[in-house]
């Protein structure tokens, strides 16, 4: 499996990229700062409504970095994001105003208008900045994948604007429709050998543009060579005729569409391993009892051994054992780990309980403590039925791109137990796609309330 610590996921991104958002960051944080500071020297105090608009403005604007990287980077993108943050700002320190009946509304105002107006000026100097930087330093290397006319099109626009910083290194594809000569660039290879390239090449963009390769098997490929540290570009199919753009972004004209970076590459990453084992810590800690009491119910009905273990598939296809409140009668390992479904037979009254209540699940906070499973994520699933559903559904293997989880998307949704896999599948790749610590708080909540029903019924 490919490595994805920070360092390594970081160490091929292009140079504009680690500077571009960071630069924005800083000079954002700046400003805020300023205009607070500039407020509390003219008027003498700092009201609560305007602290609590700085304090906002921090929260949606500041910390989340909203500036995106961009090939094109112009301040008229970024007019609405900055307008609409404000805004809620505003609202924030309007409210505290009429609660604490305490500041004046039209100071608070004119430092809503004074800060919009100065983060606007100082992105549009960041950006100055930042296409001249990429003028005069070697641009960041790129791959395209295609061999048709789109590609030579990408390929030309590259070589006469500098300004994108973007040095195009060669080409990929298993059947080019142009030769290198009239595309503008060696082919260096097949589709299939793309991450290859992306490690040899030191490549840190990959564009897409109209691969003649399978499409079904580039998804895999372009996942690969992103989890090399590549970020990754798409030209969308059909773009001529227009549509509502997928990032603000293009390329002397011709739509770009960003693919999001690898939840793993991302440095929020370390964020949800802190936020697992935090609640879990709280969670074992609050609980006890109640799991006390449980294994206290176990032992006394059916005897040791109080807790299940089983072989299950995580990261990377790494096994490790789940542990369960016992919930059926012992029986052989070889045996429950053929069953799809428990054997009613077997369970016991306690065990009845626990699963109608998923109470059964507690132990599998002390795997989240041991960091084999996240509080959020697919749910794990057995070697044998691993292998058998791998032969069948194609996009299988790509939920082990992420580490199991208690509760996840495809559970929120009602799909558990004898429920389509097919379904599970789709549900759990697009929640690794489309990853982030909010998803996760949504996940979370909607568990709770699921669970909440269930206890009900």
């Not at 299988?396 to 208690?406: I, L, Q, T, V």
């Not at 949704?413 to 998803?439: C, K, P, V």
Request: glycine content about 10%.
């Amino acid at each position: 499996a490919p490595r994805t610590d920070f360092a390594v996921a970081t160490r091929n991104l292009p140079r504009f990229k680690l500077s571009q958002r960071d630069l924005i960051f800083f000079i954002d944080m700046w400003i805020v700062l300023a205009c607070l500071w500039a407020t509390r020297l003219f008027t003498g105090t700092l009201d609560p409504g305007v602290g609590v608009f700085g304090l906002t403005t921090f929260v949606v604007l500041v910390v989340p970095k909203s500036a995106r990287d961009r090939l094109g980077p112009n301040v008229l993108d970024d007019v609405g994001p900055i307008f609409r943050r404000i805004c809620i700002a505003y609202a924030a320190g309007s409210a505290t105003i009429a609660i604490a009946d305490k500041g004046w509304t039209r100071v608070l105002l004119l430092v809503s208008a004074s800060t919009a107006l100065t983060l606007m000026g100082g992105r549009a100097v960041a950006y100055k900045i930042e296409r001249v930087l990429r003028r005069q330093r070697n641009g960041s290397r790129v791959l395209v994948v295609g061999g048709g006319v789109i590609a030579r099109r990408v390929i030309s626009t590259l070589g006469q604007h500098p300004e994108y910083g973007l040095e195009v290194v060669g080409a990929a594809d298993d059947d080019p429709q142009l030769p290198s000569g009239e595309l503008g660039a060696p082919i260096l290879g097949g589709l299939h050998e793309v991450p290859r390239l992306v490690r040899a090449h030191g490549i840190h963009i990959v564009i897409v543009a109209f691969c003649s390769s399978n499409q079904g098997n580039m998804v895999d490929v372009i996942r690969s060579a992103m989890m090399n540290g590549a970020q990754g570009w798409v030209v969308p199919r059909l773009f001529e005729l227009g549509s509502r753009p997928y990032s603000g972004d293009h390329l002397w004209g011709m739509p770009m569409m960003r693919l999001q970076t690898p939840a793993r590459s991302r440095p929020e990453w370390a964020l949800k391993r802190a936020f697992d084992f935090v609640l879990a810590g709280i969670g074992v800690f609050l609980l006890w009892p109640v799991m006390a009491l449980i294994a206290a119910a176990v032992l006394v009905e059916s005897g040791r051994p109080l807790l299940f273990k089983q072989r299950r598939l995580g990261l990377n296809g790494r096994e490790f054992n789940i542990v369960k409140f016992r919930t059926m009668k012992v029986v052989d390992e070889s045996v429950s780990g053929m069953e799809w479904a428990a054997d009613d037979n077997r369970v016991t009254r306690v065990g009845r309980v626990l699963r109608a209540t998923n109470l059964d699940e507690l132990p599998q906070l002390f795997n989240i403590l041991a960091g084999q499973m996240s509080i959020v994520g697919p749910r794990p699933e057995r070697p044998h039925f691993v292998q058998l559903f791998s032969g069948m559904y194609p996009n299988y293997g790509s939920r082990h791109r992420f580490p199991a989880g208690m509760t996840g998307w495809a559970q929120v949704h009602g799909l558990i137990g004898d429920t389509s896999i097919e379904d599970r599948i789709a549900f759990d790749n697009y929640y690794i796609e489309n990853w982030s610590l909010a998803q996760d708080m949504k996940i979370l909540a909607k568990s709770v309330v699921v669970q909440l029903r269930k206890w009900g019924r």
